[in-house]
Nanobody, 126 residues
Framework: QVQLLESGGGLVQAGGSLRLSCAQS????????MGWFRQAPGAEREFVAA????????DYADSVKGRFTIPIDNPKLTVYLQMNSLKPEDTGDYYC???????????????????WGRGTQVTVTS
C-alpha cells in the first residue's frame, strides 16, 4: 500500500513562493508517475503538474507553466511542487497523486491516479 503525505501549504502574498512536498511510504514511488492536482472552493479538481517515473519528462498546466516546477528526490522518496510568482487564482487545496500503472499519455486525468494524499491548503492573497 502506498501512502502519500503532502506538506508545505500556507498563506502567502501574491508574487511570493511556496514549496510543497509529497513524501511517499510503502511501495517505492520510483515505479510510479507522480502528479499534482488542485481544487479551488466550488470548483472541480484540476491538473497542475506531473513527472514520469524516471524523472525524465514533465508536464504542466498552461496556467502554471513557467512559474511552477515538479522536482523529485528519489532517495528521499519525495516529489515537490515549487511554486513561484503565485497569484490569487492559485488558491486551493493541493493534492499529490501516484499512478503506479504509469499511463503517461493520460497524466492529466485525475481518474488514472490510484493513490492520493489528503491535500495541503494554499492561500494566495492579493
Amino acid at each position: 500500500q502506498v501512502q502519500l503525505l503532502e506538506s508545505g501549504g500556507g498563506l502567502v502574498q501574491a508574487g511570493g513562493s511556496l514549496r510543497l512536498s509529497c513524501a511517499q511510504s510503502g511501495r517505492t514511488y520510483t515505479s510510479s508517475n507522480m502528479g499534482w492536482f488542485r481544487q479551488a472552493p466550488g470548483a472541480e479538481r484540476e491538473f497542475v503538474a506531473a513527472i514520469n517515473w524516471g524523472g525524465t519528462d514533465t508536464d504542466y498546466a498552461d496556467s502554471v507553466k513557467g512559474r511552477f516546477t515538479i522536482p523529485i528526490d528519489n532517495p528521499k522518496l519525495t516529489v515537490y511542487l515549487q511554486m513561484n510568482s503565485l497569484k490569487p487564482e492559485d488558491t486551493g487545496d493541493y493534492y499529490c497523486a501516484a499512478d503506479s500503472w504509469r499511463e503517461w499519455s493520460k497524466r492529466r486525468r485525475a481518474n488514472i491516479y490510484n493513490y492520493w494524499g489528503r491535500g495541503t491548503q494554499v492561500t494566495v492573497t492579493s
